[in-house]
């Protein structure tokens, strides 16, 4: 009986509730992953700072037996501040990460790049040239995360993916466009933030050019966010602190360059500037950023010069896309706390619907889902809509939820539609949406925040933690067809598939694949 009395029961008390807690938390099937790793987190630091203050003033133990235990403790914890330093976030549910000091950081992983002299045209064309297809622009040719015709085998164990070529490359989290053999993509070395171009069969750089931007967030870490779009000949970029670019598409030269946050009296989003740039007709249009106001911008392709501005809201992380719906054609823009259209010539506002938590980061793609409905979706607890479309006399549009559901949360990933079912990462599982009903029809995998495609009939899926999956898109249930480790890092950057060559990238390294066709 002695003994029982003299157990340490705080403590054991203590720890008993914060282990229950934490394991209730994660058995929670719709709760937030994102916070489930923050108050997983929290839950023992709390439950360590009441034991801590109950070891100071117990009378268990003898004056100098508590002041040498806290000492001791304290200098442990300046040893590690000393020895430590903060890399980023271990994954994208934001919880610091922490390294040796001494550890190489990514940006001292990729050597220099000369910028100086474009790579001399190739005398011949590549024969492969032949099996693939363009990609000009972020999420797909449509933008809408759908690739159609690539006829890709579904065995990788009879027939593998072969490595074509692997190098480092510059922090960031673009990801490549890909036309007439030559990828794109966007990278941060040091203090210049950088538009590079390869030759996709060899890795080769073939020019680089350079702007003196760098922009840094210790949840998000360095360098551009967003993806080329290539037209006629040009490419168009955007970086991470609002440089608007235009360059010749053979050769890197410069056309013309805006800096739409500086000219327009904005402040960085907190994650940078990471939407890509939308062509329409003559124009090429951006997001802006905070404060609360014009949100669109739109320059003449050809010269640089604005055309309009729009909106009264604060940007997000999606990039505009131009769409159909409703008998009307126009740009669909996701904003921090509303959906928005409007009118490719203008900039007149056409459709504005309010949604989700201004507070919170939206990433994820609106879905076209008919030629009147529309599905969008994000994490951080606002989950997803489908909306049907209306115009009016006057062409004006209204939005009506038919449904709205927390079984897809998207946060990095934009789902992708097939037939009647939706595909996309559930809160970092895959997950089947019944359109109709709004029903998950399953999930299953743990992808974390990485991304996803769908390819014909099948779904291709980039890891965060850098491995490539390969499943079928079947709404009766899941199955994977393949893994390949690609890369062995943190990748939040979109896969690229152009005909039968996929692109994979993170924040250290590139690598291209020849995927087997059927």
Request: with cysteine; hydrophobic share 40%; glycine share 10%.
């Amino acid at each position: 009986m002695n003994l029982f009395r003299r157990l340490p029961w705080f403590p054991l008390i203590t720890l008993l509730i914060a282990t229950c807690s934490v394991v209730y938390l994660r058995a929670l099937p719709e709760f937030e992953r994102n916070l489930k790793g923050w108050l997983s987190a929290a839950i023992p630091l709390v439950a360590l700072i009441l034991i801590l203050v109950w070891f100071g003033f117990s009378r268990r133990f003898p004056l100098r037996a508590r002041l040498i235990g806290l000492g001791g403790f304290a200098l442990t914890v300046i040893g590690l501040t000393q020895a430590l330093r903060l890399d980023g976030t271990a994954d994208g549910r934001g919880l610091p990460q922490f390294v040796w000091k001494w550890t190489p950081s990514a940006g001292s992983r990729a050597p220099a790049l000369s910028t100086k002299v474009a790579k001399a045209e190739p005398t011949s064309v590549d024969p492969r040239l032949a099996q693939t297809t363009d990609v000009s622009q972020f999420f797909g040719p449509n933008r809408d995360g759908i690739i159609h015709g690539a006829k890709l085998s579904k065995d990788w164990q009879k027939s593998p993916p072969k490595q074509i070529w692997r190098q480092p490359i510059g922090q960031g989290w673009s990801a490549f466009a890909v036309v007439s053999g030559k990828a794109y993509t966007q990278e941060q070395r040091g203090e210049e933030e950088l538009v590079t171009c390869y030759d996709l069969f060899t890795g080769e750089l073939i020019w680089a050019h350079a702007d003196k931007a760098h922009f840094t967030q210790w949840q998000g870490g360095d360098g551009p966010r967003a993806t080329p779009t290539i037209k006629d000949g040009h490419v168009y970029t955007y970086g991470a602190t609002g440089l608007l670019n235009c360059l010749e598409a053979a050769t890197g030269k410069q056309l013309w360059q805006r800096s739409v946050l500086a000219e327009n009296k904005l402040i960085n989003l907190e994650w940078g500037v990471s939407a890509s740039p939308l062509i329409v007709d003559d124009q090429v249009i951006v997001t802006g950023g905070n404060p609360r106001g014009a949100l669109l911008f739109a320059y003449k392709r050809d010269s640089g010069q604005a055309s309009w501005k729009a909106g009264n809201d604060v940007a997000n992380y999606s990039s505009p896309m131009l769409v159909t719906v409703a008998g009307k054609r126009f740009i669909l823009c996701n904003n921090a706390a509303r959906l928005t259209g409007y009118d490719p010539k203008t900039g007149e506002v056409l459709l504005d619907h309010a949604w989700g938590i201004d507070k919170w980061p939206k990433a994820s793609q609106p879905v076209q889902i008919s030629p009147d409905r529309l599905f969008v979706s994000a994490g951080y607890g606002m989950g997803c809509q489908l909306l049907q479309i209306q115009a009016d006399s006057a062409g004006q549009l209204s939005a009506t939820q038919l449904w709205s559901s927390m079984k897809m949360k998207t946060q990095f990933n934009s789902p992708s539609v097939l037939g009647n079912h939706l595909y996309g990462l559930d809160d970092g599982r895959l997950a089947c949406l019944d359109l109709a009903t709004g029903d998950r029809l399953w999930k299953e995998g743990r992808f974390g925040s990485g991304q996803s495609i769908v390819i014909d009939d099948l779904i291709l899926i980039q890891n965060e933690s850098g491995t490539v999956h390969l499943a079928s898109a079947n709404p009766a249930s899941f199955q994977e067809l393949g893994q390949l480790a690609a890369l062995s890092s943190k990748t939040w950057n979109h896969p690229v598939l152009a005909g039968r060559f996929l692109l994979v990238r993170n924040d250290r390294e590139a690598v291209c694949y020849e995927l087997p066709i059927e």
